[in-house]
């Protein structure tokens, strides 16, 4: 990829995310790319690779938007994302070496570290993030990974959603996050694959609840 | 005209420290069709890089299939601190041989790390990785550094560590990570890890430059591929120079090389760009850049840092057009180091400027020191940012540099200081928001006429207070602007010839100026001296260059002339060659290179021989015999430099391989792919 439109991407990717640029925004390239300081070329590549990640829909008569959240769609990517974390954790809880469960454990400590310095909801996602994606690809199958990467940045936003909402969501949550990752480590040092399944499964479907009950809070 | 109608249009760019020069070429007629120069703004290169781009006469931008740049940016940015920050850690290294040779001066930034693990000499591991210790520095660190650069040791034979290294601080963090064994592969250990260490801190500087430049493209309507110039004087695609730009330290002086060999069809020789800060000498040997055995050196804030980037073998030195001439206690004349804005320059762009020197040429002599001829001016206004935290003195400063430039007695008493020290101006001058002027070689050119584009009375009124203050030769006050003009020439002859005679030669010789050539007991600056002067009664020394000199830059003609002539040798100075860097910036190859290590594979206690290994950068096989071993590494080498080649735009690159025994039967495979761009 082209340094300018890895650039594009992070930045426009980022104000995703973080709602910069709320669901539903629709987007004039001239002026985006104006206000990231880039050329218009590599912000034009970056929508379209966005688009393949789904957090931006290009349509061919109303130009370009950033991707809505709506309830029909989350019930999809959630179907999808329980059964393929799970299966991520499954086979991470066999597959990981030695240097795989060092990660883990660092993350492990970061995490508690920054709950115990009682970091920011941005920072604990952050690094929540950071292990589902090394979860993902400790689990060694790289198409998994590939597909999993492929949804982390709508699950990101979903999360933004929840935590800059109006309605705050239970502040309790994410130290339950915390402490099923903790298990989590735990099943996959053991080699339990099927512990290591079922608390992924958990966690992710509590995850999907509260970003429902948060939107029908909305709606 | 008909053949340059169908020719590729190609812009070439060198930013170098005074300038920005840029040349539209018709590419296959090698005619130069527009020229573009502007000052560069040191803090901000893409400013200058705009002036040109949107500058340069252009008829139909769209035409244009390819644009390349070389600069001094990472240079710059390594010379000034302005790097980003670096976690440097370090796989295997012996912390208490570094410390005793005082080794991590050279490592390029303050925060390295020790971990047990790294290889031996036959690529075995020398003890076990200790990632759990990486990982928990990686989160310490993490948010108070910008990129993290990993060398482990012996790592080109064996990249195990620095690849594990790699997995595990992605998986935890999402700062770049830059890995030694992918820059070089040469053994010294330190040399791997300062070029890891500044690749990673100039990653973030040297992608702001390519989005800059493809703005500026942009906005002009250019759509070309970008490339940007190597040490060496190759080419590389933006997207390679942006994960290496480490690989651009020099590139400009070797854009030179390359331009005044493309201009002069010249297979042998010596090639002095003279420009507004530096003069940088190189050679060309057989049409081609001589290239340096050991890698390139650069200029840190703390000292000299060395790495394993392949360059041009070349020699700067602090003298150029704009160098500020200075009188010295002694009465010695002094050129440079420092580079300052000529006062013919300023003096026609500020007319008040012309008239202080008007009235300073009637003061009484004693009343018109040389301090007065050196001026401050703004250059532009302080950001707010700067202001927030400014001291006093430091807004005095600018207060009064809003109403004008002026010489620095009168900011003294402005400002009620007693000398410069006072004024809290360095970090002004630093961030290029006051500039100072003074007397240079520029001026002179405007007095004799060689070379004079701004205000030539202003020139000569200056030249005529200066040489009030001048020692006559035979003792005495006052001395003749003429003469005046032929010491500071006879002077920048010697220097020039001092560095080119040292450069060949390799060896030490004191600076003119330095000792008194007749009284000093050794033989060295005696025989300097006279094969210049030539005024020894009975012997007659003489230094003869052996090639011709090119000559590049503005003032080339006449710094160079008398050097040329000093030296018995000729001094060609080809059309255009007062932008030949810029020429040099798309007359280069594209290049890429690729080396595959194969040694022994040992048993335990490394008394046999089982096998060889063939150590590419990821990937090691394992081949029973040295023969098939070499044959496969060979075929390696070629299949990636080739496929490198073609996707950094070489148009039809071929390949030259080259084996080489490193000893201790361990061999080393170069591929070389080279090609002309590939022009869109």
Redesign the interface.
């Known amino acids: 990829?082209?340094?300018?439109t890895q650039?594009a991407y992070d930045l426009i990717c980022e104000q995703i995310i973080t709602l910069a640029l709320p669901p539903g925004q629709a987007i004039n390239e001239q002026q985006l790319a104006q206000s990231l300081?880039?050329?218009?070329?590599?912000v034009q590549e970056a929508l379209k690779l966005l688009a393949d990640d789904h957090l931006v829909r290009v349509t061919p008569r109303h130009g370009t938007y950033v991707a809505d959240v709506n309830v029909p769609d989350l019930d999809q990517i959630s179907e999808l994302r329980l059964s393929l974390e799970s299966l991520a954790a499954r086979l991470a809880a066999q597959r990981a070496g030695?240097?795989d469960l060092?990660?883990l454990?660092?993350?492990r400590?970061?995490q508690l570290?920054a709950h115990a310095a009682d970091a920011d909801a941005r920072r604990l996602l952050e690094i929540d993030h950071?292990f589902h994606?090394?979860v993902a690809?400790?689990a060694g199958n790289r198409y998994l990974a590939q597909t999993l990467d492929h949804f982390f940045g709508l699950s990101l936003r979903l999360w933004h959603l929840l935590w800059a909402g109006p309605k705050h969501p239970d502040a309790e949550s994410l130290p339950k996050a915390v402490e099923k990752h903790l298990d989590l480590v735990d099943a996959i040092e053991r080699h339990d694959p099927a512990a290591a399944e079922r608390i992924m499964a958990d966690h992710v479907a509590k995850f999907y609840e509260d970003v429902r009950a948060h939107l029908s809070g909305l709606a | 005209m008909s053949t340059v109608n169908h020719d590729s249009l190609v812009l070439g760019i060198d930013t170098g420290g005074t300038y920005t020069d840029g040349v539209l070429l018709a590419y296959h007629a090698r005619k130069v069709l527009a020229t573009r120069k502007s000052l560069t703004t040191k803090r901000d290169f893409a400013i200058g890089i705009d002036n040109v781009i949107d500058g340069i006469r252009i008829e139909d931008p769209a035409a244009i299939s390819m644009v390349s740049v070389s600069t001094t940016l990472a240079t710059n940015a390594i010379a000034e601190g302005k790097g980003k920050r670096v976690a440097l850690f370090l796989i295997g290294y012996d912390p208490e041989l570094i410390a005793n040779f005082k080794l991590q001066a050279r490592f390029a930034t303050p925060h390295y790390f020790y971990f047990a693990g790294g290889h031996d000499l036959y690529g075995r591991e020398k003890a076990e990785l200790d990632l759990a210790g990486i990982l928990a520095q990686v989160l310490k660190i993490k948010d108070h550094v910008d990129a993290i650069a990993v060398s482990s040791y012996f790592s080109p034979l064996n990249p195990e560590h620095e690849q594990r290294a790699y997995t595990a601080i992605a998986r935890v963090c999402d700062l770049p990570v830059v890995l030694g064994h992918q820059l070089s592969t040469r053994l010294g250990s330190v040399e791997r890890a300062t070029t890891a260490a500044l690749n990673a801190s100039l990653l973030a500087v040297l992608q702001d430059f390519i989005i800059a430049v493809r703005r500026a493209m942009e906005r002009r309507g250019i759509v070309a591929p970008l490339m940007v110039v190597r040490g060496d004087g190759t080419l590389m695609s933006d997207e390679f120079a942006a994960r290496t730009p480490v690989e651009t330290i020099h590139s400009g002086p070797a854009a030179s090389a390359i331009g005044g060999r493309f201009l002069s069809h010249l297979e042998d020789a010596l090639v002095v760009d003279v420009g507004g800060t530096t003069t940088d000498l190189a050679l060309i040997e057989g049409g081609q850049v001589r290239i340096s055995a050991e890698g390139a050196s650069v200029g840190g804030p703390a000292g000299e840092y060395k790495t394993a980037v392949q360059a041009a073998n070349l020699l700067s030195i602090a003298l150029g057009g704009d160098s500020h001439i200075t009188l010295a206690r002694d009465g010695q004349l002094a050129i440079g180091p420092e580079r300052v804005l000529p006062l013919a320059h300023l003096a026609a762009e500020h007319p008040d400027v012309a008239k202080r020197l008007h009235a300073l040429v009637r003061r009484q002599w004693s009343q018109a020191s040389p301090d007065w001829l050196e001026y401050w001016h703004l250059l532009r206004e302080p950001p707010q940012s700067f202001l927030a935290d400014a001291s006093n003195r430091q807004i005095a400063l600018i207060d009064a540099l809003r109403d004008g430039p002026q010489p620095v007695p009168e900011l003294l008493k402005r400002l009620k200081a007693l000398h410069v020290g006072q004024l809290d101006a360095a970090e002004l001058h630093r961030q290029e928001i006051i500039g100072k002027a003074g007397l240079t070689p520029t001026d002179l050119m405007h007095v004799q006429g060689s070379h004079a584009p701004w205000d030539v009375e202003s020139a000569g009124l200056a030249l005529e207070v200066f040489s009030h203050h001048v020692p006559a030769p035979g003792g005495g006050r006052g001395s003749d602007p003429g003469a005046v003009c032929a010491r500071v020439w006879q002077r920048v002859t010697e220097m020039a010839a001092h560095a080119i005679i040292t450069f060949l030669s390799g060896k030490k010789l004191d600076p003119p100026g330095a000792v008194d050539p007749e009284r000093d007991a050794s033989f060295a600056p005696w025989f300097f001296h006279h094969s210049l002067y030539g005024s020894h009664p009975y012997l007659q020394p003489e230094i003869r260059l052996k090639v011709p000199i090119i000559g590049i830059g503005a003032p080339a003609g006449l710094f160079l002339g008398p050097v040329a002539a000093a030296l018995r040798t000729d001094l060609i100075l080809p059309t255009h060659h007062e932008v030949a860097n810029a020429v040099g910036a798309v007359a280069g190859s594209v290049m890429v290179s690729e080396e595959v290590l194969v040694y022994p594979r040992l048993n335990e206690i490394g008394l046999e021989v089982l096998g060889y290994y063939v150590q590419t950068g990821e990937e090691r096989a394992e081949v029973d015999d040295l023969a098939p071993a070499l044959a496969r590494a060979t075929t390696l080498a070629r299949e990636r430099a080739l496929g490198g080649a073609l996707r950094s735009g070489a148009d039809n690159p071929q390949v030259v391989v080259e084996q080489q025994s490193d000893g201790l039967d361990m061999y080393r495979i170069r591929a070389r792919a080279m090609g002309n761009p590939r022009l869109s």
């Open positions: 990829m082209r340094p300018d650039k300081g880039l050329p218009l070329a590599p030695p240097d060092a990660v454990r660092a993350l400590e970061e570290a950071k994606q090394a690809s400790i």
